[in-house]
């Protein structure tokens, strides 16, 4: 009897331990996305210009932060930042970033993993930060949001 209650007093205080990691974890997280959220619109520092559109090119960027041995950036999200695209022809440019290759971004947006994806509105302001893989739907959900 003593060996069952042992057994299910570390069963239980794994579970706890489990449950503390993942809301610790998310808190993190959502912290994170409130600083890339907060940040500023981009300004004019000569890496900011070669991501700057013009009002009349585009009223969404989506800035795609990927690596090259990112296997899930170039087989789920690049189809679905095509399909978002082909939906929105004129309205979205994206922007391939290599994330190991440009610390300023990647430290201005809190990247945390790759892939990840900012949604700018034309005026440079964040609108929404999805760290890890983005579905079309919710790409689409938030271009629509950002540019209406």
């Not at 520092?45 to 969404?60: H, K, M, N, Q, S």
Request: hydrophobic content about 45%; aromatic content about 4%; overall charge neutral.
């Amino acid at each position: 009897m003593p060996e069952i209650l042992v057994r299910l007093f570390v069963l239980t205080l794994v579970g706890a331990l489990t449950l503390l990691v993942v809301v610790l974890g998310r808190r993190f997280v959502e912290k994170r996305r409130q600083q890339a959220l907060s940040a500023g619109r981009l300004g004019k520092t000569v890496l900011e210009r070669t991501l700057a559109v013009g009002p009349d090119e585009a009223c969404i960027r989506i800035l795609s932060f990927s690596s090259l041995d990112c296997r899930q950036c170039h087989q789920l999200q690049a189809p679905a930042l095509q399909r978002v695209l082909d939906t929105h022809r004129d309205a979205v440019i994206v922007v391939d970033i290599d994330a190991t290759s440009s610390p300023e971004l990647t430290e201005r947006y809190q990247v945390l993993t790759v892939p990840s994806t900012v949604v700018l509105d034309a005026t440079g302001h964040v609108h929404a930060v999805n760290y890890g893989f983005a579905t079309t739907q919710r790409l689409l959900e938030q271009v629509d949001a950002a540019c209406g």
